[in-house]
Protein backbone atom coordinates (compact mmCIF):
# COMPACT_ATOMS: atom_id res chain seq x y z
CA UNK A 1 0.00 0.00 0.00
CA UNK A 2 1.23 3.46 -1.10
CA UNK A 3 0.91 5.98 1.91
CA UNK A 4 2.13 8.64 -0.02
CA UNK A 5 -1.24 8.47 -2.11
CA UNK A 6 -4.13 9.51 0.19
CA UNK A 7 -7.01 6.95 -0.71
CA UNK A 8 -9.95 8.86 -3.07
CA UNK A 9 -12.88 7.53 -3.73
CA UNK A 10 -14.14 6.36 -7.21
CA UNK A 11 -16.16 9.14 -7.39
CA UNK A 12 -13.21 11.92 -5.76
CA UNK A 13 -10.86 10.39 -8.51
CA UNK A 14 -13.32 11.01 -11.53
CA UNK A 15 -13.51 14.44 -10.37
CA UNK A 16 -10.44 15.20 -10.29
CA UNK A 17 -10.21 13.70 -13.75
CA UNK A 18 -12.19 15.56 -15.13
CA UNK A 19 -10.88 18.52 -13.50
CA UNK A 20 -8.00 18.19 -14.86
CA UNK A 21 -9.47 17.20 -18.33
CA UNK A 22 -11.29 20.25 -18.25
CA UNK A 23 -8.00 22.47 -17.66
CA UNK A 24 -6.20 20.63 -20.29
CA UNK A 25 -9.06 21.25 -22.90
CA UNK A 26 -9.83 24.78 -21.77
CA UNK A 27 -6.06 25.78 -22.28
CA UNK A 28 -5.82 24.43 -25.42
CA UNK A 29 -8.99 26.32 -26.63
CA UNK A 30 -7.52 29.39 -24.99
CA UNK A 31 -4.78 30.02 -27.59
CA UNK A 32 -8.07 30.65 -29.93
CA UNK A 33 -9.35 33.45 -27.97
CA UNK A 34 -7.58 36.28 -30.08
CA UNK A 35 -9.34 35.18 -32.97
CA UNK A 36 -13.05 36.49 -32.77
CA UNK A 37 -11.42 39.37 -30.86
CA UNK A 38 -9.53 39.99 -34.27
CA UNK A 39 -12.12 39.50 -36.91
CA UNK A 40 -14.70 41.92 -35.46
CA UNK A 41 -12.35 44.56 -34.34
CA UNK A 42 -11.13 44.39 -37.49
CA UNK A 43 -14.22 44.36 -39.66
CA UNK A 44 -15.66 47.02 -37.52
CA UNK A 45 -12.77 48.97 -38.36
CA UNK A 46 -12.24 47.99 -41.64
CA UNK A 47 -16.43 48.71 -42.12
CA UNK A 48 -16.76 52.05 -40.74
CA UNK A 49 -13.27 53.05 -42.87
CA UNK A 50 -14.94 51.77 -46.21
CA UNK A 51 -18.36 53.14 -45.25
CA UNK A 52 -16.86 56.69 -44.72
CA UNK A 53 -14.44 56.51 -47.70
CA UNK A 54 -18.03 55.26 -50.09
CA UNK A 55 -19.44 58.71 -48.94
CA UNK A 56 -17.16 60.68 -51.37
CA UNK A 57 -13.87 62.87 -50.95
CA UNK A 58 -15.35 65.86 -48.83
CA UNK A 59 -18.31 64.05 -46.52
CA UNK A 60 -16.10 63.01 -43.68
CA UNK A 61 -13.93 65.81 -43.64
CA UNK A 62 -16.90 68.22 -43.39
CA UNK A 63 -17.95 66.51 -40.46
CA UNK A 64 -14.18 66.40 -38.67
CA UNK A 65 -14.37 69.95 -39.70
CA UNK A 66 -18.02 70.73 -37.96
CA UNK A 67 -16.77 68.95 -34.92
CA UNK A 68 -13.77 71.93 -34.80
CA UNK A 69 -10.78 69.95 -35.43
CA UNK A 70 -7.62 71.47 -37.09
CA UNK A 71 -6.68 69.98 -40.37
CA UNK A 72 -10.24 68.52 -41.18
CA UNK A 73 -9.35 67.12 -44.63
CA UNK A 74 -5.78 65.67 -43.05
CA UNK A 75 -7.35 64.44 -40.12
CA UNK A 76 -10.38 63.29 -41.76
CA UNK A 77 -8.22 61.03 -44.37
CA UNK A 78 -6.08 59.80 -41.72
CA UNK A 79 -8.91 58.55 -40.08
CA UNK A 80 -10.25 56.64 -43.06
CA UNK A 81 -6.56 55.47 -43.87
CA UNK A 82 -6.51 53.78 -40.06
CA UNK A 83 -9.54 52.64 -40.12
CA UNK A 84 -9.11 50.73 -43.50
CA UNK A 85 -5.70 49.58 -42.84
CA UNK A 86 -5.69 49.05 -39.24
CA UNK A 87 -8.75 46.95 -39.88
CA UNK A 88 -7.01 44.37 -41.81
CA UNK A 89 -4.17 44.64 -39.76
CA UNK A 90 -6.35 43.32 -36.95
CA UNK A 91 -8.31 40.97 -39.59
CA UNK A 92 -4.79 38.98 -40.89
CA UNK A 93 -3.43 39.01 -37.40
CA UNK A 94 0.01 41.27 -38.00
CA UNK A 95 1.12 44.85 -36.54
CA UNK A 96 -1.74 44.61 -33.77
CA UNK A 97 0.81 46.68 -31.16
CA UNK A 98 1.30 49.16 -34.24
CA UNK A 99 -1.88 49.51 -35.55
CA UNK A 100 -3.56 49.71 -32.33
CA UNK A 101 -2.19 53.00 -31.31
CA UNK A 102 -4.02 54.98 -33.97
CA UNK A 103 -6.86 53.06 -33.49
CA UNK A 104 -7.37 53.97 -30.37
CA UNK A 105 -6.72 57.57 -30.49
CA UNK A 106 -9.38 57.68 -32.92
CA UNK A 107 -11.67 55.58 -30.38
CA UNK A 108 -10.88 58.39 -28.26
CA UNK A 109 -12.02 61.37 -30.88
CA UNK A 110 -15.41 59.59 -31.41
CA UNK A 111 -15.88 59.06 -27.63
CA UNK A 112 -15.18 62.84 -26.29
CA UNK A 113 -16.20 64.51 -29.69
CA UNK A 114 -19.33 62.81 -30.12
CA UNK A 115 -20.24 59.80 -28.38
CA UNK A 116 -19.86 61.39 -24.67
CA UNK A 117 -22.56 63.32 -24.39
CA UNK A 118 -25.11 60.53 -25.16
CA UNK A 119 -23.80 58.54 -21.92
CA UNK A 120 -22.92 55.20 -21.57
CA UNK A 121 -25.60 52.61 -23.44
CA UNK A 122 -24.82 52.05 -27.20
CA UNK A 123 -29.00 50.72 -28.08
CA UNK A 124 -31.35 53.02 -26.74
CA UNK A 125 -34.70 52.14 -28.33
CA UNK A 126 -36.70 55.32 -28.44
CA UNK A 127 -40.18 53.92 -29.67
CA UNK A 128 -41.36 51.39 -31.80
CA UNK A 129 -43.34 52.50 -34.91
CA UNK A 130 -44.85 50.97 -37.88
CA UNK A 131 -41.70 51.69 -39.72
CA UNK A 132 -39.95 49.75 -37.19
CA UNK A 133 -37.96 50.59 -33.78
CA UNK A 134 -36.37 53.70 -33.70
CA UNK A 135 -33.50 54.61 -31.65
CA UNK A 136 -31.36 57.77 -30.34
CA UNK A 137 -27.74 58.41 -30.50
CA UNK A 138 -25.33 55.69 -29.69
CA UNK A 139 -22.91 56.34 -25.82
CA UNK A 140 -19.60 55.29 -26.06
CA UNK A 141 -20.52 51.82 -24.59
CA UNK A 142 -19.08 50.26 -28.07
CA UNK A 143 -15.91 52.53 -28.08
CA UNK A 144 -14.64 51.34 -25.07
CA UNK A 145 -15.44 47.82 -25.68
CA UNK A 146 -13.28 47.82 -29.02
CA UNK A 147 -10.50 49.93 -26.85
CA UNK A 148 -11.08 46.91 -24.23
CA UNK A 149 -10.73 44.06 -27.22
CA UNK A 150 -7.34 46.06 -28.96
CA UNK A 151 -5.74 46.18 -25.63
CA UNK A 152 -6.57 42.50 -25.10
CA UNK A 153 -4.91 41.41 -28.26
CA UNK A 154 -1.91 43.95 -27.44
CA UNK A 155 -1.55 42.00 -24.45
CA UNK A 156 -2.02 38.27 -25.53
CA UNK A 157 -0.63 38.48 -29.09
CA UNK A 158 -2.73 37.72 -32.21
CA UNK A 159 -3.02 34.09 -31.94
CA UNK A 160 -2.96 31.30 -34.31
CA UNK A 161 -4.37 31.49 -37.66
CA UNK A 162 -2.11 35.18 -37.87
CA UNK A 163 0.20 36.26 -40.25
CA UNK A 164 2.27 37.39 -36.93
CA UNK A 165 2.36 33.40 -35.95
CA UNK A 166 3.11 32.62 -39.68
CA UNK A 167 6.35 34.75 -39.94
CA UNK A 168 7.22 33.95 -36.57
CA UNK A 169 7.31 30.20 -37.28
CA UNK A 170 8.99 30.92 -40.64
CA UNK A 171 12.03 32.51 -38.60
CA UNK A 172 12.05 29.77 -36.21
CA UNK A 173 12.58 27.62 -38.70
CA UNK A 174 15.06 29.37 -40.60
CA UNK A 175 17.60 29.64 -37.82
CA UNK A 176 17.75 26.53 -36.96
CA UNK A 177 18.11 26.01 -40.73
CA UNK A 178 21.14 28.53 -40.72
CA UNK A 179 22.89 27.62 -37.19
CA UNK A 180 26.69 26.97 -37.72
CA UNK A 181 27.97 24.03 -37.57
CA UNK A 182 30.27 23.60 -34.14
Keep these: MNTLIPARSVEQRHTIAEYWLGLQVRASL ?9 LIVGYGFLEHGLAKAGRG ?3 FPT ?23 GGLAFIVGAFIPLASIPMVAILFVATTMVHLQNGFSSIKLQAITPEGPRFG ?11 ACIVALVLTGP ?7 LIRRRFANSKEE ?3 AA
Excluded: C
Design 159 to 165: GPLSLNS
Design 63 to 85: IVAAMGLPFPYLLGWLTILVEIF
Design 137 to 147: QPGYETDLLYV
Design 30 to 38: SRWAPLPLR
Design 57 to 59: LDA
Design 178 to 180: YRP
